[in-house]
């Protein structure tokens, strides 16, 4: 879901002129951003998975150190990110809220999606069991928003050639808005797919 979110919101953002000029450099920009948080989203996963297997909920020592995980691999990120003309140092204090409330989320839907499919093994209909399709199609919507938050909070921390810095915030709020746009059709789309099979099992 996340590399399919980067890669529409790359081809969107390319219809804007300015991000045609940037878009190679911008495009390889997102795509080290997504692995970062595809990183991140699987460690999630995986404390849920945890958590199932003790028959306990996630706490909040887990969501910290989960916040800590997300912190080492955005060293690893900023390294990556070296070779591209900008400079950047994260303001933490601007993202955390966002990428926290992001951790719950995701910690709920994978916990409980796994404590379904324990009775129910197949996907789809462990998720038309637990949430109504306006539910679920919310709850994606809301996961991948919460992530274009943290986008638009992240370009804060941002700093870019000189002759580029006028139109900052322009350009920060423009992925913004195309990022709200895609994941409103993305989240419906895999709702779709999802509730579709179901219904025609």
Do not use: C
């Not at 009775?119 to 462990?126: G, Q």
């Not at 909070?153 to 915030?169: C, E, G, K, T």
């Not at 709020?173 to 025609?200: C, D, F, I, N, W």
């Amino acid at each position: 879901m996340m590399q399919e979110f980067s890669t529409r919101t790359a081809a969107r953002l390319g219809d804007y002129t300015l991000f045609k000029l940037l878009l190679p450099a911008f495009r390889a920009f997102l795509d080290i951003n997504v692995r970062k948080e595809i990183e991140k989203d699987r460690l999630v996963i995986l404390r849920a998975a945890d958590a199932q297997r003790m028959g306990s909920a996630p706490q909040e020592a887990d969501i910290q150190r989960l916040l800590q995980q997300a912190r080492e691999i955005d060293q690893k990120f900023l390294q990556q990110a070296a070779v591209f003309p900008v400079n950047i140092h994260i303001e933490y204090r601007d993202i955390e809220e966002f990428r926290r409330r992001r951790i719950e989320r995701l910690l709920e839907l994978a916990g409980r999606l796994l404590a379904q499919w324990e009775m129910t093994p197949r996907f789809r209909a462990a998720v038309a069991h637990l949430y109504s399709r306006a539910e679920f199609e919310s709850l994606l919507r809301e996961i991948l928003e919460l992530y274009s938050a943290e986008t638009k909070m992240l370009s804060r921390s941002v700093h870019i050639p000189q002759i580029f810095n006028f139109a900052r915030d322009s350009l920060s709020e423009t992925v913004h808005t195309v990022m709200v746009s895609v994941a409103k059709g993305l989240a419906a789309e895999l709702t779709r797919k999802v509730y579709r099979r179901v219904l025609s099992s």
